[in-house]
């Protein structure tokens, strides 16, 4: 949660959404597609995860004014199938070309029980959790994969050559509330670098390394030449786990799709070529919805109600804390760092678009 201090400024998440979606009209995007950019940037915000929220605003406008992001992207399906497809995203913003992609295999799955869609050519698309999620009002499960750019470093290596690689699950259940697993194939995904950084506070030891591969605490020393560690962190704590899985995203996402993938992820010499993977699942194509959701509230319950550790009062499901953070911050607004929410005003500012809080 963010520091309740006086550092922390309060904002509408409606004020927030049409800001950001006029910013991006303004650089020539259309409108829906601003709408979805800004959509997804601001559910960060209300679930909590602020190391992909608005601060990422300032990366989206600078890459579009360097012409490394088509405004204008043509989105088109290379190749499909009745539950497959491929798509080209065009190096569009990312979160358009996201829901396009997971829209699409949404429809598939509706016709076939389930199905896969892989996308190439994209940009970084946000929140994984936000596309998987689309699947939860039909009654799906949803799930979503992202590469990125080199940003982890390979178990006992030293130089960042693999994406923080997303990873998210969303299950309807019944009573309960959905599962919904979001979550870097890193120790933490590298916006949570970037915010400390912001802040000017160090990280936890175990979080990244520097550019010799030696665990840090300096947010700058990650950022010029270091990487985050995969999820496990060293060899000692599994992080080949997470190295693992980080790699299985590649191959699905890049690989399979012929979107970049490793090292190759980035756009130094043209575009990032952000590979997406989506699939969908209609649970009625295993079995009867109603027992399946009466089935998932027995086992989300069954580990809440655990038994819990000496000291502590309560135990959380996937995504849990995300929706009941939202609730919060839906009524009392979103809780925006001072600086990126100067960051952003500024943003606004150089594009003449007023802040109406």
């Known amino acids: 949660m963010p520091d309740p201090s006086n550092e922390y400024i309060r904002v509408d998440h409606n004020v927030l959404r049409d800001f950001v979606t006029e910013v991006i009209s303004r650089l020539g995007v259309q409108r829906e597609d601003a709408f979805v950019t800004a959509d997804v940037l601001v559910q960060a915000e209300l679930r909590g ?3 992909h929220g608005v601060q990422r605003l300032a990366r989206y406008v600078n890459g ?3 012409g490394a992001i088509d405004t204008r992207a043509h989105i088109k399906v290379i190749n499909e199938t009745p539950s497959t497809a491929l798509v080209d ?6 979160q358009p070309v996201g829901k396009f992609g997971m829209d699409l295999c949404l429809r598939k799955a509706e016709q076939a029980g389930a199905a896969f869609v892989c996308v190439r050519n994209s940009n ?8 998987a999620m689309m699947a939860l009002p039909r009654q799906m499960i949803g799930m979503s994969f992202t590469n990125s750019r080199p940003l982890a470093v390979p178990t006992h290596g030293r ?34 670098v970037e915010v400390a950084a912001i802040k000017g506070v160090p990280i936890p030891l175990g979080w990244a390394v520097d550019g010799s591969g030696l665990p840090t605490t300096d947010p700058a020393a990650v950022l010029s030449g270091g990487g985050a560690l ?3 962190g060293t060899a000692e704590f599994s992080g080949y786990k997470g190295y693992g899985l980080a790699v299985m995203v590649d191959i699905l996402c890049g690989v399979l799709s012929g979107a970049g993938f490793a090292a190759l992820v980035g756009g130094k010499n043209g575009p990032a070529n ?3 993977f989506f699939a969908a699942m209609r649970v009625d194509a295993f079995r009867p919805l109603g027992e399946f959701k009466a089935a998932m509230d027995s086992l989300l319950r069954s580990l809440k109600d655990s038994p819990k550790a000496e000291g502590e009062g ?3 499901v996937a995504g849990e804390k995300e929706f009941e953070r939202e609730q919060e911050y839906r009524l009392d607004g979103i809780p925006l760092y001072h600086k990126v929410l100067q960051d952003v005003q500024r943003i606004g500012k150089d594009l003449d678009v007023e802040w109406k809080a």
Request: no cysteine.
């Open 49 to 51: 995860i602020e190391s």
């Open 64 to 66: 579009i004014k360097q």
């Open 89 to 94: 995203g065009g190096n569009g913003l990312g």
């Open 124 to 131: 970084h698309y946000g929140i994984a959790g936000y596309y």
């Open 159 to 192: 130089q960042a050559l693999i994406g923080t690689n997303p990873i998210s699950i969303a299950v309807p259940a019944g009573n309960e509330l959905p599962f919904v697993l979001d979550m870097a194939t890193s120790v933490v995904p590298i916006g949570k």
């Open 230 to 232: 995969p999820l496990g």
């Open 274 to 276: 952000v590979g997406h």
């Open 314 to 316: 309560r135990i959380f």
